[in-house]
T-cell receptor, first 115, second 114 residues
Framework: AQSVTQLDSHVSVSEGTPVLLRCNYS??????LFWYVQHPNKGLQLLLK??????LVKGINGFEAEFKKSETSFHLTKPSAHMSDAAEYFC?????????????FGKGTRLSVIA | NAGVTQTPKFRVLKTGQSMTLLCAQD?????MYWYRQDPGMGLRLIHY???????AKGEVPDGYNVSRLKKQNFLLGLESAAPSQTSVYFC?????????????FGPGTRLTVT
C-alpha cells in the first residue's frame, strides 16, 4: 500500500523568501507523485506531477519539485514567495501499474505568506 | 468546457434527512471520484467509478451510496444524514485510472448536518 506524509501542517514565510514544503512517500511500486494547491473556498488545482521521467519537475507559478528515490521524498519549492501563493498544498501519490488505484492524499500543508 | 461541476454548492440537512449530490463532467473522462475533506484530514476517497455502470468503495464508504448511470454523471447519495457527515465534498474525474493521469476537481459542496 502507498502512503504520503506531509511533514509540516503549517509553513509561514515572508514575501520574497524561498518556500519549502516537505513530502515523504511510501510505495511498494514505482510511484507517480503530484502536488495540488487549494486556495480558500476553491477546488484543487494541479501544480505539477512526476511520472518517472525527469526527477526535477517544473510546475505552474514558479513551483518545482524534485523526486529523490533514495530519500523517498518529493519536496515542493519556490525561490520567491508571493502573496498569492497563500493556500493549502497537498502531496499525492499514485502507484504505477496498480490499475484502478485512486490517488492517496497527504493531510495538507497550509502556506502563509507575510507581507 | 465547464470541466467538473457540482450541484448544489451548499446544503444544510437535519439528521435523518436524505439528499443527492450531483457531479457532472464534460471531458469524456472514464474515471470519476467522490472525496470528503475535513480539517486536518486531507481528502479521503468515499467511492469511485471506473466507467459507466460501475462503482467501487474507497476509504470511507459507510453511509454513502453512488451511481454512475451515465458516463458524464456521478451521483453521491446520503440516505440518512448524520452530523459526522458534515464536510466539504469534492468530485473529481480523470481520463484513465493509470497513475500518470491527473484528476480534475470540481468546486466542492459544503454540507452541514444539524
Amino acid at each position: 500500500a502507498q502512503s504520503v506524509t506531509q511533514l509540516d501542517s503549517h509553513v509561514s514565510v515572508s514575501e520574497g523568501t524561498p518556500v519549502l514544503l516537505r513530502c515523504n512517500y511510501s510505495s511498494s511500486y514505482s510511484p507517480s507523485l503530484f502536488w495540488y494547491v487549494q486556495h480558500p473556498n476553491k477546488g484543487l488545482q494541479l501544480l505539477l506531477k512526476y511520472t518517472s521521467a525527469a526527477t526535477l519537475v517544473k510546475g505552474i507559478n514558479g513551483f518545482e519539485a524534485e523526486f529523490k528515490k533514495s530519500e523517498t521524498s518529493f519536496h515542493l519549492t519556490k525561490p520567491s514567495a508571493h502573496m498569492s501563493d497563500a493556500a493549502e498544498y497537498f502531496c499525492v501519490v499514485s502507484v504505477y501499474g496498480s490499475g484502478n488505484t485512486p490517488l492517496v492524499f497527504g493531510k495538507g500543508t497550509r502556506l502563509s505568506v507575510i507581507a | 468546457n465547464a470541466g467538473v461541476t457540482q450541484t448544489p454548492k451548499f446544503r444544510v440537512l437535519k439528521t435523518g434527512q436524505s439528499m443527492t449530490l450531483l457531479c457532472a463532467q464534460d471531458m469524456n473522462h472514464e474515471y470519476m471520484y467522490w472525496y470528503r475533506q475535513d480539517p486536518g484530514m486531507g481528502l479521503r476517497l468515499i467511492h469511485y467509478s471506473v466507467g459507466e455502470g460501475t462503482t467501487a468503495k474507497g476509504e470511507v464508504p459507510d453511509g454513502y451510496n453512488v451511481s454512475r448511470l451515465k458516463k458524464q454523471n456521478f451521483l453521491l447519495g446520503l440516505e440518512s444524514a448524520a452530523p459526522s457527515q458534515t464536510s466539504v465534498y469534492f468530485c473529481a474525474s480523470s481520463y484513465d485510472g493509470g497513475s500518470t493521469y491527473e484528476q480534475y476537481f470540481g468546486p466542492g459542496t459544503r454540507l452541514t448536518v444539524t
